[in-house]
């Protein structure tokens, strides 16, 4: 029973960033002559049909989950919010990137279409919630490995946002750290690298140089410089990248986490397999004590088999 208040009190927690984030954006997000009632549907949909899961008397001995919690009100959104399509819309949205968070990319991806649907026809192309609806899908097309599909969503987020508020504007360069990602898997170094090295300047010069987009962009650029064969750059850029997270964010931030993953593959291709090992296996535990996949185990688990393939000692690991 005490592990069940735990686990409860631990989803709880998550729940409160869940509501607090929805219910903000939608009153922020909508014209005030509409945002009391928008904001009452998403209330009432959070204490009805996703808070009700949390009550001790309702679940009984059934454990509760993360994943169960999202898939609860996944199953209540259908015709709940009939003449409150915004509402919807943030709901949706929100729904996609917990599933994105959680690994399961065609999840996310259907409610993120859904989200900007409604975003487009409501708000139009260049509202700022359209164009967030239309970033987040094209990171989900990225996970997929649908690189042309995540081009194009990201290109327009990127090209929209430069427009109406400038190169320097922090969604501006968010997107741009998304297109440069792509850039990469799609063999297209130069203008990858292009790309996030004028980011890396223009985000250092405008927030700061301790802002994670700075961590972002030296992510992609160290990715960029192994794909390139540029191994020691790609440890330096890292190394760098590393101190500051590890600072600023704390060890086992999942951007620091995804930033050991980056060194400790680039340990692997400089035949440093013992300090590769080592910040992998961090990494793999570090991303243990997270319900999402932010960091990718499997990833994570094929760089060590691969540290392990070049010394010659599969055996230890079978």
């Given at each position: 029973?005490?592990?069940?208040?735990?686990?409860?009190?631990?989803?709880?927690?998550?729940?409160?960033?869940?509501?607090?984030?929805?219910?903000?954006?939608?009153?922020?997000?909508?014209?005030?002559?509409?945002?009391?009632?928008?904001?009452?549907?998403?209330?009432?949909?959070?204490?009805?049909?996703?808070?009700?899961?949390?009550?001790?008397?309702?679940?009984?001995?059934?454990?509760?989950?993360i994943?169960?919690v999202?898939?609860?009100?996944?199953?209540?959104l259908?015709?709940?919010?009939?003449?409150?399509?915004?509402?919807?819309?943030?709901?949706?949205?929100?729904?996609?990137?917990a599933?994105?968070?959680?690994?399961?990319?065609?999840?996310?991806?259907?409610?993120?279409?859904?989200?900007?649907?409604?975003?487009?026809?409501?708000r139009?192309?260049?509202?700022?919630?359209?164009?967030?609806?239309?970033?987040?899908?094209?990171?989900?097309?990225?996970?997929?490995?649908?690189?042309?599909?995540?081009e194009?969503?990201?290109?327009?987020?990127?090209?929209?946002?430069?427009?109406?508020?400038?190169?320097?504007?922090?969604?501006?360069?968010?997107?741009?750290?998304g297109?440069?990602?792509?850039?990469?898997?799609?063999?297209?170094?130069?203008?990858?690298?292009?790309?996030?090295?004028?980011?890396?300047?223009?985000?250092?010069?405008v927030?700061?140089?301790?802002?994670?987009?700075?961590?972002?962009?030296?992510?992609?650029?160290?990715?960029?410089?192994?794909?390139?064969?540029?191994?020691?750059?790609?440890?330096?850029?890292?190394?760098?990248?590393?101190?500051?997270?590890?600072?600023?964010?704390?060890?086992?931030?999942?951007?620091?986490?995804?930033l050991?993953?980056?060194?400790?593959?680039t340990?692997?291709?400089?035949g440093?397999?013992?300090?590769?090992?080592?910040?992998?296996?961090?990494?793999?535990?570090?991303?243990?004590?997270?319900?999402?996949?932010?960091?990718?185990?499997?990833?994570?688990s094929?760089?060590?088999?691969?540290?392990?393939?070049?010394?010659?000692?599969w055996?230890r690991?079978?």
């Open positions: 029973m005490r592990r069940h208040r735990a686990l409860i009190a631990g989803v709880a927690a998550v729940l409160a960033v869940f509501i607090v984030g929805i219910v903000a954006s939608t009153v922020f997000a909508i014209k005030a002559e509409h945002a009391r009632a928008e904001a009452q549907a998403v209330s009432d949909f959070l204490r009805n049909s996703v808070l009700a899961l949390l009550d001790p008397y309702k679940v009984g001995g059934r454990e509760i989950t994943r169960s999202f898939d609860a009100a996944s199953k209540s259908e015709g709940e919010f009939k003449g409150t399509p915004l509402a919807e819309a943030e709901i949706q949205d929100t729904l996609g990137n599933y994105w968070s959680l690994g399961l990319y065609e999840l996310a991806e259907s409610y993120l279409k859904r989200a900007l649907d409604i975003q487009q026809a409501q139009g192309i260049e509202h700022p919630a359209t164009l967030a609806s239309m970033h987040h899908l094209g990171w989900v097309y990225f996970a997929q490995s649908r690189y042309h599909e995540a194009q969503l990201l290109l327009q987020a990127r090209q929209t946002r430069g427009r109406l508020w400038g190169e320097e504007h922090p969604d501006t360069l968010y997107s741009i750290i297109l440069a990602c792509v850039y990469n898997m799609q063999g297209r170094f130069q203008e990858a690298e292009q790309l996030a090295g004028k980011g890396l300047e223009t985000t250092r010069r927030l700061g140089r301790e802002h994670w987009y700075v961590l972002g962009f030296m992510n992609v650029l160290a990715w960029n410089c192994e794909l390139q064969g540029r191994y020691k750059e790609a440890e330096r850029l890292v190394e760098n990248g590393l101190k500051i997270s590890r600072r600023v964010l704390g060890e086992n931030h999942w951007f620091t986490l995804l050991k993953q980056t060194f400790g593959r340990c692997v291709l400089l440093r397999y013992d300090q590769a090992e080592r910040h992998l296996l961090d990494t793999l535990d570090g991303s243990g004590e997270y319900g999402i996949r932010l960091v990718d185990p499997r990833k994570v094929t760089d060590i088999f691969g540290s392990h393939s070049y010394c010659g000692e055996e690991l079978n």
